[in-house]
């Protein structure tokens, strides 16, 4: 029987997939960066649950493992390796656990993403209460608690490689969202990304020059 996978298996598999945030963490208190990588870790999982593969049944039984989990640290209790870096804060995780029921009804490719994003809009709530507990401090770099559904979608246009939606999102994005330091940071990341699957159809990182470019902005708000 192989050993159980550690955090750092899947702390791996999250900076492989996004070597950019070995530049975004630059802009991180460095009391935070663990936190920063197991919390955006976490949201990779949930995006691959509800969006990667061809058959859905494995996912839609991801996200409601996940759902489970989720309310486990609600009370005190944890599986996930990530759990070490994150449940201990009292992040609303009940909460965050019923807003990924709304995953599911995303999956299916649409002209437009408007109702996507409608549907959305209340793990967005959910996601931006989590990160005021997780990294704000009361300070300009708390944000004000409001994030927008474009950037929780984008994770779908880059597991299809669907350059219709990464255009489509961008129109959409966000000028100045409310999040946290670290959000403003992954949303700039993420919006780099965007660019280069609209505009050339490739899914790359984004150049180093230009993601510290990106970051430093993001963490100046």
């Given at each position: 029987m192989s050993?159980?996978?550690?955090d750092?298996?899947?702390?791996?598999?999250w900076?492989a997939?996004?070597p950019?945030?070995?530049?975004?963490l630059a802009?991180?208190a460095?009391d935070?960066?663990e936190?920063?990588q197991?919390?955006?870790?976490?949201?990779d999982?949930f995006?691959?649950?509800a969006?990667?593969g061809s058959?859905?049944t494995?996912?839609?039984a991801?996200?409601?493992?996940?759902?489970?989990?989720?309310?486990?640290w609600?009370?005190?209790a944890?599986?996930?390796?990530?759990a070490?870096h994150?449940?201990?804060h009292?992040?609303?995780?009940g909460t965050l656990?019923?807003a990924?029921?709304?995953?599911p009804a995303?999956?299916?490719?649409?002209?437009e993403p408007?109702?996507h994003?409608?549907?959305?809009?209340?793990?967005?709530?959910a996601?931006a209460?989590?990160?005021?507990?997780?990294f704000g401090?009361?300070r300009?770099?708390?944000?004000?608690?409001?994030?927008?559904?474009?950037?929780?979608?984008?994770?779908?246009?880059?597991?299809?490689?669907?350059?219709s939606l990464a255009?489509?999102?961008?129109?959409?994005?966000?000028?100045?969202?409310?999040?946290?330091?670290?959000?403003?940071?992954g949303?700039?990341?993420?919006a780099a990304?965007?660019?280069?699957?609209?505009?050339?159809?490739?899914?790359?990182?984004a150049?180093?020059?230009a993601?510290?470019?990106?970051g430093w902005?993001?963490?100046?708000?």
């Amino acid at each position: 029987m192989s050993a159980a996978p550690h955090d750092d298996d899947f702390l791996a598999k999250w900076q492989a997939r996004w070597p950019e945030w070995r530049i975004g963490l630059a802009f991180v208190a460095p009391d935070l960066r663990e936190r920063v990588q197991a919390w955006f870790a976490l949201l990779d999982e949930f995006g691959e649950a509800a969006w990667g593969g061809s058959d859905p049944t494995p996912g839609l039984a991801k996200l409601a493992w996940w759902q489970e989990e989720l309310q486990g640290w609600d009370k005190g209790a944890r599986r996930h390796p990530l759990a070490v870096h994150l449940q201990r804060h009292a992040a609303p995780w009940g909460t965050l656990a019923l807003a990924l029921r709304l995953l599911p009804a995303t999956r299916d490719a649409v002209p437009e993403p408007a109702a996507h994003l409608e549907r959305l809009h209340d793990l967005a709530l959910a996601v931006a209460a989590c990160e005021m507990v997780l990294f704000g401090d009361g300070r300009r770099d708390s944000g004000d608690g409001r994030i927008t559904a474009a950037p929780l979608l984008a994770p779908q246009a880059m597991l299809r490689g669907d350059q219709s939606l990464a255009a489509r999102l961008l129109a959409r994005w966000p000028q100045r969202d409310g999040g946290t330091r670290p959000r403003r940071i992954g949303n700039a990341i993420l919006a780099a990304r965007l660019r280069a699957l609209a505009r050339h159809g490739q899914l790359r990182p984004a150049n180093g020059l230009a993601v510290l470019w990106l970051g430093w902005r993001a963490a100046r708000g």
